[in-house]
């Protein structure tokens, strides 16, 4: 561990910033012990400088580090024993699909670093509030009913809403670390920094920063190339401190770079995503992996150099001409073989999201990770097949989706291509959903109970899950269907930890059927049945016998006196089709949602 200088006065950077030799000489100049150092998300992290924070500060347990979320390299913060505290709206992994990870199992007991959980959008609009200088940030979202709000000095009051008596207002303190890490396309000599979106939170972590920003690029490039596109610096030379290139410096995750200055973008490497989540199953190959990828190696040249250069190229993206489609196909087998479980599930949260947008006329989709998005995208194709236009939306800023059949990962770059509209957190959680009555929600949880509130944070030993992410805004401002295989330890009657209110939930999808209710306080009642097929070592000898057996067996659901939890007017759901399986397994060939 180092103890860096004070903060350069003006006139020792008269000229512009600090230009350095690469993230560890950047990170051991201008980070100290003690520090609340914030990493800017966009559709990655500014891993490179992360990584060297953990090398310069390894044991040291002194760093308070906010960002989006904590997920694949970023464990490095875990296993480096650098950090103190973490803010963040997310922790544990995503790729292929969202899961708890085993290093936090104890995070609600402060190990391995103590937590302070938000919801994306609210973590944001605290930015927000820090960036424009306001006493206070205001947010829809963190209201009373959730467990989220609860322990955090940030939430300073909750008042009525001016125009609706029934909602109210959570004021929030505003986020102000001291440096903001920041990974962009390219910058000239004077600080300017270039990135292209989706910006995630773009550029507000820059300004609300109390010193500045340390930036990593992948290039420097000569004045004259920036003073050319002005249109595209997110962060302006004045809150800029140092300076660095480090290429691929996001890897393992990816960047979008639109070709400006001819720097290629790149894919996540979804390769070395599934060596990290492998990784963390012991303490012991944990360790490995982090001495070989950031604690045993000198610098990111080093890095560069172990990744090699094949490994590289095969990231470049778009891809270069002539190199063979991303996408995968499945085999006709494949699609031959009967609907498993799971793809039921997400047939039936996908028809159920089409019932709800030709009902009620939404016109977006804000779809959350995992089976939910699934169902989101396969509605919306189906829809689509019908003259039907709904637009789709991800929370880090890509809106009116049409996602590349092949990859199933919701924050692809693959996907952002196909956007029409690439913007950032505050337009999407915030335009696109809380400002829009127009919008559905498409949820997932790990817990939900009779009342539809979910949650995605604990589980009932006290195991961490994951956190909120933007679930907790979605749920708090929007209609929602919430898609969740049942089980009883899943439909339960009392939440350990409540992470999102259920009151905007309109239905709940199950493997076997939808269960509905009248509004808010009702109970729900099974209003569609398709038998459950096996799965998760049930054998067709296992399975519930008609609808109230299901309701009973696979559900821990307490229902009003005398109710079975069927509904009076139950309809039978038609058997899953070719064209919906076929559909499903072309957006998913390698079966991970099955």
Not at 517 to 546: I, K
């Amino acid at each position: 561990m180092t103890t860096a200088p004070e903060r350069p006065s003006a006139a020792d950077r008269p000229t512009g910033p600090y230009l350095a030799d690469g993230p560890d000489d950047l990170v051991r100049r201008f980070v100290r012990a003690g520090d609340h150092v914030h990493a800017a998300a966009t559709m990655s992290r500014p891993n490179a400088l992360l990584n060297a924070v953990c090398r310069t500060f390894a044991g040291s347990r002194s760093l308070t580090v906010s960002t989006t979320a904590v997920h694949s390299s970023a464990h490095a913060l875990a296993l480096s024993g650098a950090v103190r505290k973490v803010i963040t709206g997310f922790v544990g992994d995503t790729y292929p699909a969202p899961r708890p990870n085993r290093l936090y199992r104890e995070l609600a007991e402060g190990r391995p670093f103590e937590m302070e959980m938000w919801s994306l959008l609210s973590y944001t609009q605290r930015l927000m509030a820090g960036a424009l200088g306001q006493p206070f940030a205001t947010t829809g979202s963190m209201l009373a009913e959730t467990d989220l709000r609860h322990g955090k000095e940030g939430v300073l009051h909750q008042v009525p809403h001016p125009e609706d008596p029934e909602r109210t207002v959570t004021l929030l303190s505003p986020l102000r670390p001291r440096l903001t890490l920041f990974h962009g396309v390219v910058a000239d000599r004077r600080g300017n920094v270039v990135a292209v979106p989706p910006l995630g939170e773009g550029a507000w972590a820059a300004y609300a920063a109390t010193d500045g920003v340390l930036a990593s690029v992948e290039a420097i490039v000569d004045d004259e190339v920036i003073a050319a596109m002005p249109d595209r610096v997110v962060i302006p030379a004045a809150r800029v401190l140092g300076l660095c290139e480090a290429p691929l410096g996001a890897h393992p995750q990816s960047l979008r770079t639109g070709g400006l200055a001819g720097v290629d973008g790149y894919l996540d490497d979804y390769a070395f995503l599934t060596d990290i989540v492998a990784a963390c199953k012991t303490p012991q190959t944990a360790a490995a992996w982090y001495e070989e990828w950031v604690g045993g190696i000198p610098d990111h040249a080093a890095y560069l150099e172990r990744l090699g250069a094949t490994r590289r190229s095969e990231l470049v993206f778009p891809a270069p001409p002539g190199t063979a489609a991303a996408g995968k196909t499945p085999s006709p087998e494949d699609l031959d073989a009967a609907p498993s479980e799971q793809e039921q599930l997400i047939v039936l949260g996908a028809r159920a999201v089409a019932d709800l947008v030709r009902e009620r006329g939404y016109d977006t989709l804000l779809a959350g990770i995992g089976t939910s998005h699934m169902s989101a995208w396969l509605a919306a194709r189906l829809l689509a097949d019908e003259g039907v236009q709904v637009r789709v939306a991800a929370e880090l800023g890509l809106q009116s989706m049409d996602p590349e059949p092949g990859d199933v990962f919701l924050f692809s770059q693959r996907h952002a291509e196909r956007s029409q509209m690439l913007a950032g957190v505050a337009e999407t959680l915030g335009g696109a959903v809380a400002a829009n009555p127009r919008c559905l929600g498409v949820l997932s949880a790990a817990e939900i109970d009779p009342g539809a509130n979910i949650n995605t944070t604990l589980l009932p030993d006290g195991r961490w899950i994951t956190g909120s992410g933007g679930a907790n805004d979605i749920a708090s401002s929007v209609d929602c269907v919430v898609i969740a295989l049942a089980s009883a330890r899943r439909y339960v009657p009392r939440l350990t930890h409540l992470t999102s209110p259920g009151l905007r939930v309109r239905d709940v999808v199950s493997q076997f059927g939808r269960f509905t209710r009248a509004g808010a306080g009702a109970a729900f009642e099974l209003t569609s049945w398709l038998p459950p097929v096996p799965g998760r070592g049930r054998t067709e000898a296992d399975l519930p016998d008609g609808p109230e057996a299901a309701v009973r067996d696979l559900t821990g659901w307490d229902f009003p006196d005398g109710s079975t939890g069927v509904g009076a007017f139950l309809t039978d759901e038609k058997s899953v089709t070719t064209e919906e399986l076929s559909l499903l397994r072309t957006m998913d060939p390698e079966g991970f949602y099955r």
